[in-house]
């Protein structure tokens, strides 16, 4: 709840773009809080495999 109050303070860009920012950093925030707080060790070691699949593969494109 902090951090959403403190997103909606600093980012005072009104419309769609503020709202579609202050979504994308609640997203962002939610799913480090369920990462750190909310998976075992073998959930965790799933998701560090797929996002080091998706930076290869980021990386291959470039």
């Given amino acids: 709840m902090f951090l ?14 503020g ?17 750190l707080i909310g998976l075992k060790k073998d959930e965790k070691a799933t998701c560090n495999k797929f996002v080091r699949k998706i930076i290869k593969l980021k990386d291959k494109t470039t």
Avoid: D, E, Q, R
């Fill in 4 to 17: 959403g109050i403190s997103a909606s303070t600093f980012i005072n860009t009104g419309g769609w773009l």
């Fill in 19 to 35: 709202f579609a920012l202050k979504a994308a950093i609640c997203v962002v925030i939610y799913a480090l809080v369920v990462y």
